[in-house]
């Protein structure tokens, strides 16, 4: 299905993959910010968004027939890496509960700001269906 990549000798990751590889149908998902299936936030903390971002691209995943385990990359936009890191423990709890599987590649970015004044993060995710 897929593999993480990690070059000899170098550390194992911890919450992330140096690179992954996969074969299959690939699902790309749009930048994921913290509001609900209607377009309204819930909360304005950090972790509340993350997990509402996380679960919507979960929803997004079943909606191409993919589940949590194909993604193979996200990208996370941060308004402030200060709050997103005094929020790690939370976050954590929320992406082993809604994803599950940190063989993803993934980067983390700080932003000025994010086109919804209220987002805190917005997340782009790749998944692949193995074929």
Do not use: C
């Not at 997990?51 to 949590?68: C, H, T, Y």
């Amino acid at each position: 299905m897929k593999r993480p990549l990690l070059p000899a000798g170098w550390p194992k990751p911890r919450g992330y993959a140096n690179g992954v590889s996969a074969h299959g149908t690939q699902v790309f998902i749009a930048g994921q910010i913290g509001w609900d299936e209607s377009g309204q936030f819930r909360s304005d903390h950090f972790a509340d968004q993350a997990r509402q971002a996380l679960s919507n691209i979960v929803a997004v995943l079943k909606e191409a027939g993919a589940r949590p385990e194909h993604l193979v990359r996200m990208t996370w936009y941060v308004t402030d890496k200060r709050e997103y890191l005094a929020a790690s423990r939370d976050i954590g709890q929320a992406f082993r509960e809604l994803i599950g599987d940190y063989d993803i590649a993934m980067s983390a970015v700080q932003v000025a700001a994010l086109i919804e004044d209220r987002a805190k993060v917005e997340i782009e995710a790749t998944a692949v269906i193995p074929d």
